[in-house]
């Protein structure tokens, strides 16, 4: 996908749009979000600091592979900036990718909007990459994340046990998912759905 295609792509919601981010939009206000300990907590497994530079070298590495995009997530009361969400690495022979969402902003995190963008990732996804399923995995106390994720449409899919190590404890990893149904038959999700509860419940 080219840069003119990339930033021709805006996908709309009721309160919220997303659409690529520019490098200048990487501000020190955004930069307070990656900073943000509580909001970092499962944001990435590696427990790296992410600065700046590698932000925007992650940024840049990505949209060169064509694997790899992150786009902001807006409230459309003002065109704020409040979040990013990121699709990938994609693999384009399986058409499969990651997706993660961060509301980042706090003045609009604890109002629903998280799932909000999310769904508008997945429309994303499937529309415009042609992705035929979007997965990820949160530690199981990551109780918001779940949440969210499950309420744009992903299901989950299993569980990993021991997956991590928090404070010296064993955890879990959810495995979620969300099928593209131009890919998946209703019947396959439904089977899917019907089995989540043995993995996980809210």
Known sequence: MTDIELNAIRIEGEQLYIKKIAVTEITERVMDWFNDEQLMKYYTNSRRQITKESLLTAIEDGEKKGNQFTFGI?????????????????????????????????????????????????????????IRKLYG????????????????????????KGQYVVDGKPEDRIEVACFNPKYFSEDTILEIKEKQSAYYSI
């Open 74 to 130: 807006y409230h459309k009361d003002g065109d704020v900036l409040i979040g990013t969400l990121k699709i990938g690495p994609i693999n384009f022979n399986h058409k499969t990718s990651d997706l993660v969402a961060l509301i980042g902003d706090r003045n609009y995190l604890g109002k629903g909007l998280a799932p909000k963008a999310i769904a508008l990732g997945n429309k994303l996804a499937f529309d415009h990459f042609d």
């Open 137 to 160: 995995g949160m530690y199981e106390s990551n109780i918001p994340s779940i949440k969210a994720y499950l309420r744009a449409g992903w299901l989950v899919e299993a569980r990993l």
